[in-house]
């Protein structure tokens, strides 16, 4: 497996796997890998000849005062992981890297707009651009991001269909712990007594897809799913929302296909989940 770190270098690999005919899979990642981000990495080794995995904390998606300097990172555990799962090569470049006094974005409306969006106003420009800086530097055929990030997905998705990137961007399903808790770098941030607290929101997920089956409405799915979360003292909530799956905009009737998301403060550690609904 190889290691770059720079934009010259991974571009001088990747032309010489397109000369060869190869096709490439790409994994972005933030880092501090676990299961969720290696059943991407899984997934891309099986569809395509060569698996790049990008392994990079993004400024440009963390708002003023969240938590860019205290993500957690660990390239050495990160990248015999890579390794193992029959990763091609890590991207792993720093910021300076990346951005160079930038002055052009990539951003999207309406679908930036709502859920995360709303609380983190800058959060999904610094994701497109970051994200379409990628895909113009590995050039991949194919993109594999998780459902666990159920609104970036969506707008990834728009962002290449507007912009006509050559690539199939292809969404992966949610990896949890054993209990139910979303698998994320970000569990890390929690307390033993705040881990506790957290399955609150994989039961609000349950307790959702329980009640969608059944046929109720948004506020009547919505509403026991905010009590679930509410009865947790340690926990608060960001929102819980039931919007259509491509437009990310609320509705209040399951008529097309739908995402219904939430994000919860656990102290202060922001912890996302959902789950899409069908029709
Ligand atoms: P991150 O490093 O958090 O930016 O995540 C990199 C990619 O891994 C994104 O496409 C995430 O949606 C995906 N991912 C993170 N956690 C999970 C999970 N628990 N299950 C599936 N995919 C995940």
Known sequence: MKVTTTVLETRQLVKEWKKEGKSIGLVPTMGFLHEGHASLIARARKENDIVVVSDFVNPTQFGPNEDLEAYPRDFERDSALCESLGADLIFH??????????????????????????????????????????????????AYFGQKDAQQLAIIKKMVLDLNFDLEVIGC???????????????????????????????????????????????????????????????????????????MQPVENVEKDVLVAM???????????????EV
């Open 93 to 142: 470049p720093e910021p300076e890297e990346m951005y160079h006094d930038p002055c052009a974005f990539v951003s999207i409306d309406t679908l930036s707009e709502t859920l995360c969006g709303k609380t983190r106003p800058i959060h999904f420009k610094g994701v497109c651009t970051v994200v379409s800086k990628l895909f113009h530097i590995v050039a991949p055929d194919r």
């Open 173 to 247: 399903p949610i990896v949890r712990e054993e209990d139910g808790l979303a698998k994320s770098s970000r569990n890390t941030y929690l307390s033993q007594e705040e881990r506790k607290a957290a399955l609150c929101l994989s039961k609000a997920v349950k307790k959702g897809q329980e009640l969608i089956q059944a046929g109720c409405s948004a506020e009547a799915v919505l509403a026991p799913m905010r009590a679930i979360i509410e009865a947790e003292p340690l926990a608060k909530i960001d929102y819980v929302s039931m919007v259509d799956a491509l437009t």
């Open 263 to 277: 994000a919860v403060y656990i102290g202060k550690t922001r912890l996302i989940d959902n789950f899409s609904y």
